[in-house]
Structures are given as structure tokens and as C-alpha cells.
């Protein structure tokens, strides 16, 4: 009877040490996933800021808007969230040469009109790096005036 005794004393014994560390673990689960929390906001704040500085002088917006149709929808995007006056400037430019590229298809005079639009192209993207607003020649203040709800 006593080595059952015993043996229970020692079930019980164990047991409660298993509890005690399960409360343990339990606390130890909650701390990190406090501190997971934590990092992830400090994160969240931090990538916000890091992307309302890239946005803010509107000249990264003009670069991108300048990089494909894709680049175009994104430099849109990253716009609307934060309005320039420059970004928006090339949004519209770069519309408009897209635009005017569409009509490169027509075959003889297309070609024409697409080896003027990507001149257009590369005058705007340097003005874009160097963050002037110059408007593309022939069309560039009809496309501001066009496109100005952008």
C-alpha cells in the first residue's frame, strides 16, 4: 500500500510540475507574442515613414511613372497617396505618350510617330531624373490640360 502511496505522491508531484510548466510556457508564449506584436508595429510605422519620404518630392513617382504601362499604374498609385505637384506632372505626361505610342501601329506614319514618342520618352524621363517640370514639345501642354483630373 505504501508503494502506492508513494507511487501516487509522485504521479501527483509530477503532474503539478507539469502544470507549473505549462503555465510557464504559457507565460513565455504571451511575452513573445507581445513583443512579435510590437515589432511588427514599429515595423508597420517605419515602413510608412520610409515611404512617405521616397514619395515626398514627387521625383521617384516621376521616374517610375516613366518604366512601362505597369510602372505607370504604379507611379499612379504611389500618387494618389501622396499628391506632388511633379509627380503628378509626369503622370500625365507619360499618359500622353502612351497614348500617342498607340497610334505607332498605323504602318509607315507610325513609325514615325513612335520614333517621335520615344524621343518624347527620353527628353521626359531626363527631365524627370533631373526633377524639372518641362513638357514634352508639340503635345506636352496639351496633355496637362487633357489629363488634369490626374
Request: aromatic share 10%; glycine share 8%; hydrophobic share 50%.
Amino acid at each position: 500500500m505504501s508503494d502506492e502511496k508513494k507511487l501516487s505522491d509522485d504521479l501527483n508531484d509530477m503532474l503539478g510540475d507539469a502544470k507549473e510548466g505549462a503555465k510557464k510556457a504559457a507565460h513565455k508564449a504571451e511575452e513573445f507574442a507581445d513583443e512579435a506584436k510590437e515589432k511588427a508595429k514599429e515595423f508597420a510605422n517605419e515602413a510608412k515613414e520610409t515611404f512617405t519620404e521616397i514619395s515626398k518630392d514627387g521625383k521617384n513617382v516621376a521616374i517610375i511613372a516613366h518604366l512601362t504601362l505597369i510602372g505607370w499604374v504604379i507611379a499612379l498609385i504611389m500618387n494618389n497617396g501622396n499628391k506632388t505637384e511633379l509627380g503628378s506632372f509626369y503622370i500625365r505626361q507619360v499618359l500622353g505618350i502612351i497614348i500617342l505610342a498607340l497610334l505607332s501601329w498605323i504602318p509607315l506614319l507610325g513609325w514615325i510617330i513612335g520614333f517621335v514618342c520615344f524621343i518624347m520618352w527620353i527628353m521626359s524621363l531626363i527631365s524627370a531624373i533631373n526633377g524639372e517640370k518641362k513638357p514634352v514639345f508639340l503635345l506636352g501642354e496639351q496633355f496637362q490640360d487633357w489629363f488634369k483630373s490626374l
